[in-house]
């Protein structure tokens, strides 16, 4: 399958990888191996890279239910978001939903997928945050015009799940990694270590991802990497998250924070990409 250039995100992520592209591509194997993703998030790597065998999970059923739709539904996906408005009263009915537990349940995995990506495109700045209770909670972002229903961009992803071998999982990053073999390739895309106490986020998912995560992360590394599983992770460049690693090959980047709620702490910070290879 050709490489198509309309294969990409469908939301904006917390974390999106898109800028950092040409650096983590230099280090991803050339020949056609098993790609898993453990973290996939926005899918940035996944679509730049398109595999053609990958096995994806994330925590977040919301964005998994998502990714299936628009394999297996794309059609009724488009159909049913022409129907959603830029309209402030709409957004916090429709963000609400969640709010009762039985109404919510009721819900058609195409009516689940059309509001998360609804309400990605129209909440504050593009941020997935859910509370404890895994409601979504982000504001109404007052865009006048937000790209609702880009489907060109839903086409070309369904497309390619389509054309592709892609096992869709939704759970904790260690199971997505049972039965792994020796010649399959990881990416690590975890919450990041915070760089400071306000940076803190880890609100796609409730639970959280502390530090306590970030070393049984560690662990899993340590695991694949005595069973000849090549993996690349990206982090914050912490003095915690650079002891951690220390064993590993640490590259440190340059990248853009672009989602803060303060204008003047977004910038420049240093990110870590740890590989376990050559």
């Known amino acids: 399958m050709k490489y198509n250039k309309l294969v990409t995100p469908v939301l904006k992520w917390v974390g999106g990888k898109r800028q950092l592209l040409p650096e983590i591509k230099k280090y991803i194997p050339k020949r056609d191996i098993t790609y898993y993703e453990p973290f996939v998030g926005g899918g940035a790597v996944l679509f730049e890279l398109q595999p053609k065998k990958a096995i994806i999970n994330d925590i977040n059923d919301e964005l998994i239910n998502l990714y299936c739709v628009i394999k297996y539904n794309v059609d009724e996906l488009v159909n049913e978001l022409k129907e959603y408005r830029n309209e402030e009263e709409f957004f916090y009915e429709t963000r609400s939903l969640d709010r009762n537990e039985k109404t919510y349940s009721n819900l058609s995995n195409v009516e689940r ?53 892609i096992l ?41 991802f502390d530090r306590k995560e970030q070393e049984r992360l560690k662990i899993q590394c340590d695991k694949l990497d005595s069973r000849g599983v090549k993996f690349l992770l990206s982090n914050s460049a912490t003095e915690y998250i650079l002891d951690l690693y220390k064993d590993y090959k640490v590259e440190i980047i340059k990248a853009k924070r672009s989602i803060n709620s303060k204008g003047d702490k977004r910038g420049e910070v240093d990110e870590v990409l740890v590989r376990n290879y050559e």
């Not at 945050?129 to 992803?157: C, H, L, T, W």
């Not at 039965?179 to 803190?200: A, E, L, M, Q």
């Open 168 to 208: 869709f999982k939704s759970g904790d990053f260690e199971s997505a990694l049972k039965g792994i073999r020796k010649g399959t390739f990881v990416y690590f895309d975890p919450p990041y270590d915070p760089v400071s106490d306000s940076s803190n986020f880890t609100g796609y998912a409730k639970g959280g």
């Open 113 to 165: 997928a059309a509001r998360i990506h609804y309400l990605n495109k129209t909440c504050y700045n593009g941020l997935f945050r859910v509370n404890m209770a895994g409601q979504f909670n982000s504001p109404f972002g007052k865009y006048k015009d937000p790209n609702i229903v880009n489907e060109i961009n839903f086409r070309a992803v369904s497309k390619y799940f389509n054309n592709s071998n």
